[in-house]
């Protein structure tokens, strides 16, 4: 079996990790005035030294920074384009775990002027990553550009600004393409676009609910894959760029559910990116039967093991499941990784910090296992 020299890796990781405690008495610390913004990146520092050490440690190729200085794994992001501000209301998005129901709740978006990239987003936190690792690729996770519509819909655009959408897609992808630009000259090789809209539209609540805002539920997905397209069409040589996608993940619970049928064939063919992180850690995600429409030279990163629950997966059970998978898409193609990041937001999932290293040693020894 061919070794990857290329993201993704046989044994990779999503991007989030839990904060740390002393991190989490920092930001709290912080927010209260009783520290200064340098305190609190010091803090940070450590923190991402700490875990960059970790993942070296472990076998992994790459090295997250753990997504440690931010509170959300898009919305940072999201707030920092010019043009886009939280507004006073609520974004409410109800999840649900083994256990019962719970809300996420944090502010809305509002796109009040023309879409922009006053400064590349995020250039501080993968410089210092990239000056962490030693022995590993450094990377670094956004959002996809669809998160920006999937989070409010035509309603957050305002359309003074914007009387047609096409002149937002347009100013969207530009800007994006200058995130991408930007973040390759920095010396960025690595990068992740997270994506919950194209797992979530798998549910046909979903789409629905699309419907229901006046969106076109049966066809969103098609746009989206256009506009990342569009975003990614001038992207540097050397730059390796996969998507992630699962259907939520905030303290242990999701948001939706359903197989990757009804987006794979258009996913799958069209979408421009050199590897697909899925989620398959439990029955919300379907079967394997989807990957029959993954092209050649595209990788499927297989999210077997769960970020939900401290529970660690047998190596066996996780050997027959790839070989399970690999009855529809050739094993050279295939990687493993968690279905999601441990930490999505700032809150962080049910388990512990050794639960944590011992599933992404898993991987590793899996991976190792499976090959070579």
């Known amino acids: ?45 450590g923190a991402i030294r700490d875990a960059v050490r970790m993942q070296e440690e472990l076998g992994l190729r790459s090295a997250t920074d753990g997504e440690f200085r931010r509170t959300s794994w898009h919305m940072d992001f999201i707030y920092s384009l010019g043009g886009v501000d939280p ?63 999937y989070r409010g819909g035509r309603a957050a655009i305002d359309p003074a600004v914007y009387p047609e959408l096409d002149a937002f897609w347009t100013d969207l992808t530009a800007a994006y393409a200058q995130e991408v630009a930007a973040l390759a000259a920095l010396g960025c090789t690595y990068l992740q676009l997270d994506d919950t809209s194209l797992a979530y539209l798998n549910d046909p609540a979903q789409r629905a609910l699309i419907e229901s805002m006046g969106g076109d539920g049966e066809h969103q997905h098609e746009q989206y894959i256009r506009i990342i397209n569009a975003a990614l069409a001038g992207r540097p040589e050397g730059l ?17 559910e359903g197989s990757y049928d009804f987006v794979a064939e258009a996913l799958f063919t069209q979408l421009e990116v050199d590897g697909f992180f899925l989620e398959f850690d439990d029955e919300r995600s379907g079967g394997f039967e989807p ?7 595209k990788q499927v990163v297989l999210g077997l093991v769960t970020s939900k629950t401290g529970v660690l997966e047998s190596k066996d059970a996780l050997k027959r499941r790839i070989d399970e998978a690999a009855r529809f898409v050739p094993l050279e193609q295939l990687c493993l990784s968690p279905q999601c990041g441990f930490s999505s937001t700032v809150e962080g999932n049910a388990l512990t910090y050794d639960e944590q290293v011992a599933k992404l040693a898993l991987i590793v020894e899996t991976a190792a296992d499976v090959w070579g």
Do not use: Y
Not at 97 to 103: M, R, S
Not at 291 to 297: A, D, E, I, Q, Y
């Open 240 to 256: 390796s760029v996969t998507t992630h996608m699962c259907r939520g993940n905030f303290r242990s619970s999701w948001a939706a």
């Open 87 to 149: 507004t006073d209301e609520k974004l409410k998005v109800h999840f649900r775990n083994a256990k019962g129901e719970l809300d996420f709740e944090s502010a809305a978006l509002s796109v009040h002027d023309r879409i922009s990239l006053p400064r590349t987003i995020f250039a501080e936190a993968f410089t210092f990553l990239r000056d962490t690792v030693t022995t590993n690729v450094p990377k670094l996770t956004i959002p996809s550009p669809s998160m920006v519509h």
């Open 1 to 45: 079996m061919t070794a990857r020299t290329t993201p993704p890796f046989r044994a990779d990781h999503v991007g989030s990790l839990l904060r740390p405690q002393a991190l989490l008495d920092a930001r709290a610390r912080h927010k209260a005035g009783e520290i200064d913004a340098d305190a609190l990146r010091a803090v940070e520092d």
């Open 291 to 297: 990957l029959r429409f993954v092209p050649p030279g």
